[in-house]
């Protein structure tokens, strides 16, 4: 077998970014240079953590190809419409360039995955402008190849006169240092603090001269800290830019039936614990909360466990240690 990552580069790309966002509890994400939306497909899915939900994700890019195949897979499937989702969720595409001096979007988040080597160097600081100073979202993602990386890709001859780029499209690919820089440089300027993350550090069934030179994409968190200059740095004149055109809006199908009376809202919870319990009439209150009808009523964890344990007379906490919710419970008198 040939040597590949596993997961694959993509899935990990997405699953660290997932993670930041997730861990900055944002709720309007942004995603610069979306393509054909398959990071915005990804975000849909809804988030382990309940109580921060991301309500409102929106995709930018100048191909309107790409926005076509985007908008086919995010429109909601014959699933979502069955299984409708705990919280709202919408998507808006738009048609144009994220450097267009328009009004922003308002959001608290913006994902910059794998785009800024595809535009000239010498425009690097319009899309750094329109990211960190203009957007100026609490959290914002960049990831873009380790050129360093290259040398574990024999094809790219990389250090030798027939050296290539990753893709065709790309106009250059930065080594940690110089990704490390420009990083630096932005936080400095807009008033961000950030941190450089590698991604794909290894592969698998790699040959003996393997070369560790950090990870295969390499990933800058910058979270904002104080206003800092909202203006293009000193000389850097930017450039006018046609405004976004909408080009999609999609709602997600979602539960909004009010709650059954507590007399029905108990049956419901027993039979489906029954179900889910073991002989000794014990189950894990992940298994109860994997029941969609139960979600659909209590919506948060935190709400179904205070209600869990208001109800003594029917569920009894099997261990409960600091506080922290318990993990089993027993139904009493079964």
Request: aromatic residues 10%.
């Amino acid at each position: 077998m040939a040597a590949h990552f596993w997961p694959a580069m993509w899935e990990q790309r997405r699953i660290c970014i997932a993670r930041a966002l997730y861990e900055h509890k944002v709720r309007r994400v942004l995603e610069v240079g979306c393509g054909d939306g398959n990071i915005l497909s990804f975000l849909v899915a809804p988030a382990s953590d309940d109580e921060h939900p991301i309500r409102h994700l929106y995709g930018i890019d100048i191909s309107a190809d790409a926005l076509g195949e985007a908008r086919n897979q995010l429109e909601p499937t014959d699933q979502d419409r069955r299984d409708l989702r705990v919280d709202e969720l919408r998507v808006e595409l738009f048609h144009g360039s994220a450097m267009a001096s328009a009004a922003p979007i308002a959001i608290d988040a913006v994902i910059c995955s794998e785009v800024i080597e595809h535009v000239q160097e010498s425009e690097v600081p319009a899309l750094t402008h329109a990211v960190l100073g203009v957007y100026r979202p609490r959290l914002a993602v960049f990831t873009t190849p380790n050129a360093e990386f290259n040398v574990n890709f024999p094809g790219l001859c990389y250090g030798t006169p027939e050296a290539r780029f990753r893709d065709a499209d790309h106009k250059f690919e930065w080594t940690r240092a110089e990704f490390t820089q420009w990083a630096q440089n932005a936080a400095e300027y807009y008033g961000y603090q950030v941190e450089l993350r590698g991604i794909g550090m290894t592969m698998r069934n790699t040959a003996e001269g393997f070369v560790p030179c950090g990870g295969c994409s390499q990933m800058a968190l910058f979270v904002r800290q104080a206003e800092g200059p909202k203006e293009p740095p000193p000389g850097y004149v930017m450039e006018p830019c046609p405004g976004l055109v909408p080009f999609a809006d999609i709602e997600y199908p979602v539960y909004a039936q009010p709650p059954p009376p507590e007399e029905q809202l108990l049956e419901l919870v027993l039979d489906f614990a029954r179900l889910v319990a073991d002989a000794q009439s014990a189950f894990d209150f992940s298994d109860l909360w994997s029941v969609l009808e139960v979600r659909h009523h209590f919506k948060r964890r935190r709400a179904l466990e205070t209600w869990l344990l208001g109800n003594p007379l029917h569920f009894k906490p099997a261990s409960q240690q600091d506080r922290q919710p318990a993990q089993r419970y027993t139904l009493v008198g079964a």
